[in-house]
T-cell receptor, first 114, second 113 residues
Framework: AQSVTQLGSHVSVSEGALVLLRCNYS??????LFWYVQYPNQGLQLLLK??????LVKGINGFEAEFKKSETSFHLTKPSAHMSDAAEYFC????????????FGTGTRLTIIP | DAGITQSPRHKVTETGTPVTLRCHQT?????MYWYRQDPGHGLRLIHY???????DKGEVSDGYSVSRSKTEDFLLTLESATSSQTSVYFC????????????FGPGTRLTVL
């Protein structure tokens, strides 16, 4: 069984400031972890994913995330926020060894303050 | 972009009527999924398919049925729509390989009056 907790349903940051969106997971097996972004009235788009290897993962649009097994976390960061980053962000997990279903967090809506 | 289309994109219907949503893919992926998205709940899996005529339930399957007669099409049916089924419905596809992401369609906004 697995679950995802995203701390903060709404996050506001100023343009140019650090973006930090938090994700903690629970999984009984080594996880695969994903961050998706959803712009208004659109489907979800993959930002980045962690499968194996390097724990710091770089994605599109300047985002990155670090897998920390000891903290069961996969927080998403971006050094400098841009107005175009305003969207909803979802963390998701699935277990290895044949589990093809994703479990999603409830999402974090990111607002950028000019 | 992954070739996924959903139809219709918007639908308004009345309580008690049957509704069918269609997902069509051109990627020949094995797995197809139906989710609903509601505020405060994120995305919740309704049903998924792992091949033609092979389907299984997700966490919120009550009131929904699915069918997959061809690799490229996955249908979601609400036999008798209720107001609690007002939601945005997303289809997703995946090759089902370990660690592979799912690709999402543009969504269908369904309103049940």
């Amino acid at each position: 069984a697995q679950s995802v907790t995203q701390l903060g349903s709404h996050v506001s940051v100023s343009e140019g400031a650090l973006v930090l969106l938090r994700c903690n997971y629970s999984s009984s097996v080594p996880p695969y972890l994903f961050w998706y972004v959803q712009y208004p009235n659109q489907g979800l788009q993959l930002l980045l994913k962690y499968t194996t290897g390097a724990t710091l993962v770089k994605g599109i649009n300047g985002f990155e995330a670090e897998f920390k097994k000891s903290e069961t976390s996969f927080h998403l960061t971006k050094p400098s926020a841009h107005m175009s980053d305003a969207a909803e962000y979802f963390c998701a997990v699935n277990g290895r060894f044949g589990n093809e279903k994703l479990t999603f967090g409830t999402g974090t809506r990111l607002t950028i303050i000019p | 972009d992954a070739g996924i289309t959903q139809s219709p994109r918007h639908k308004v219907t009345e309580t008690g009527t049957p509704v069918t949503l269609r997902c069509h893919q051109t990627e020949n992926h094995r797995y197809m999924y139906w989710y609903r998205q509601d505020p405060g709940h994120g995305l919740r899996l309704i049903h998924y398919s792992y091949g033609v005529k092979d389907t299984d339930k997700g966490e919120v399957s009550d009131g929904y049925s699915v069918s997959r007669s061809k690799t490229e099409d996955f249908l979601l049916t609400l036999e008798s729509a209720t107001s609690s089924q007002t939601s945005v419905y997303f289809c997703a596809i995946s090759p089902g390989l370990a660690g592979h992401e799912q690709f999402f369609g543009p969504g269908t906004r369904l309103t049940v009056l």
